[in-house]
């Protein structure tokens, strides 16, 4: 509940960009009659909201998304440590209050007819910063619930919020997005802010707190007591790897997020605004299901180098056959969404969520549980580094959509060559697996284990 009033509050900007700049001469005539003659009808940008009205509209609205998200990835560095030294309960509620606020800023500059850039960069900053006491809080609650080896399946459940968050977030926004879009983030921020009060009443940060026994066990408490330092998080095998291919797989995800309803509506102009919004909303389907599926593979192989790896490789051909065929009929375009959401946010729901958590109570921490909220906090904060870039150089090249997908499909591609290492320990890991079940199956059976199929000669 508490992150998925996270994404649900930071989605709205990327339907509202689809009114903030767009083509006025579609509008229909009693939308622009009772206000303007037919020659100014006749103005391509007359009911853009101002600054959003120049030329270079999609490089401003690209700004938005990159001051907010680097915000969020520099926020994220310092957020992991400061969660590790204060009660979890306290730090989320007071980044869910101060998001609201922000989040709520942000559209009551619609009403308060404000028209400075400045206004709402600002805005987005400080949104950023707040939005990023969220996730390294989350995971570590989690974490510390669910032991290491149930996690996949666990988190790839739980991880859903984050769709479904986008997915309510598009539905919302998209209520208000062509009359009064200042509601679209308004009432968001309510949201998270309300939910900010439920988790400061109800939140259970450890099982110990009420009365269950703790699910990492803690072989050293000294080590307990002291969070790691930030070059220690750095040494654990397979931060700095996950890290780097997160960085790839957030730019693809997070342009999706950001600029999807809108290619959505530039590629079919006889959708409505709300008609693409909610079809955006198909693709975070499909990331549910991905989540799911890439956290139960790894529970059953423990291979989530491998797992990830796997599900990179098909996200690329995916994302250029939508680009290719989306817009063919209506059946592929809603079958190619579901598909590609569900091979892109597959590896990126993995990494953030049960590969975070299983780093972060690694063998080499010495049951060291207070590494898990930096371990989070250094693997997301560089994925949304990344989720920075991805948007803002969508808006660079938004003139042409194909090159976006080409960025998009070359990014997916180094973030599958980044994790090599973690594929190929993984596979000599599954080898000796296996080979160890063999031999010991042999082994039973030369003891004298009777095999399920007797020749009927042996009766």
């Not at 995971?139 to 984050?162: A, E, L």
């Not at 060291?368 to 969508?394: E, F």
Request: glycine residues 10%.
């Amino acid at each position: 509940m508490a992150y998925t009033s996270y994404h649900l509050s930071r989605k709205p900007i990327s339907v509202v960009k689809e009114v903030l700049h767009q083509n006025c001469t579609l509008l229909s005539e009693d939308e622009w009659k009772p206000i303007l003659t037919p020659e100014e009808a006749n103005e391509t940008c007359w009911c853009c909201y101002k600054p959003f009205d120049q030329a270079n509209a999609k490089g401003l609205l690209g700004g938005l998304d990159t001051s907010f998200l680097f915000a969020y990835a520099i926020g994220m560095f310092f957020s992991g440590h400061v969660a590790e030294r204060m009660n979890l309960r306290y730090f989320l509620t007071g980044g869910m209050l101060l998001s609201g606020l922000f989040t709520a800023l942000f559209g009551l500059g619609y009403f308060w007819n404000i028209h400075s850039y400045a206004y709402f960069v600002i805005i987005q900053i400080f949104g950023g910063l707040m939005q990023s006491s969220g996730w390294p809080s989350v995971v570590t609650c989690i974490g510390n619930w669910f032991p290491k080896g149930r996690r996949g399946i666990i988190m790839g459940i739980w991880n859903s919020h984050t769709s479904i968050g986008n997915i309510l977030g598009s539905l919302i926004a998209a209520i208000w997005v062509d009359d009064d879009w200042g509601w679209s983030f308004i009432v968001p921020g309510i949201i998270i802010a309300g939910m900010g009060i439920i988790i400061f009443l109800f939140l259970v940060v450890y099982p110990e707190d009420v009365g269950c026994a703790p699910v990492n066990k803690k072989k050293d408490t000294h080590s307990q007591e002291e969070a790691i330092s930030l070059r220690g998080a750095l040494l654990i095998p397979g931060v700095v790897e996950f890290s780097l291919c997160l960085f790839f797989a957030k730019l693809v995800s997070y342009t999706f997020l950001y600029w999807l309803p809108l290619y959505i509506s530039q590629v079919d102009p006889d959708l409505s605004n709300k008609k693409s919004a909610d079809l955006s909303t198909l693709f975070d389907a499909g990331g549910i299901f991905g989540g799911i599926l890439a956290g139960l593979i790894v529970d059953m192989t423990s291979a989530s180098g491998l797992t990830v790896f796997v599900m990179l490789v098909f996200a690329a051909p995916m994302m250029f056959l939508y680009h290719l065929f989306g817009n063919s009929s209506s059946f592929l375009r809603i079958a190619l969404l579901i598909v590609t959401g569900f091979f892109v946010n597959g590896p990126y729901a993995l990494i953030t969520t049960a590969v975070s958590a299983d780093l972060g109570t690694h063998e080499s921490l010495k049951g060291n549980a207070k590494a898990l909220s930096t371990v989070t906090a250094i693997i997301d904060g560089t994925g949304s580094i990344g989720a920075a870039i991805g948007p803002l150089l969508a808006g660079l090249l938004g003139n042409s959509w194909s090159h976006v997908f080409t960025m998009l499909i070359v990014a997916d591609v180094l973030a599958a060559l980044l994790i090599l290492r973690q594929v190929f320990n993984d596979i000599i890991k599954l080898r000796l697996r296996y080979r160890a079940e063999y031999k010991s199956l042999n082994s039973d059976t030369e003891n004298g284990s009777k095999p399920l199929l007797q020749n009927c000669d042996d009766e």
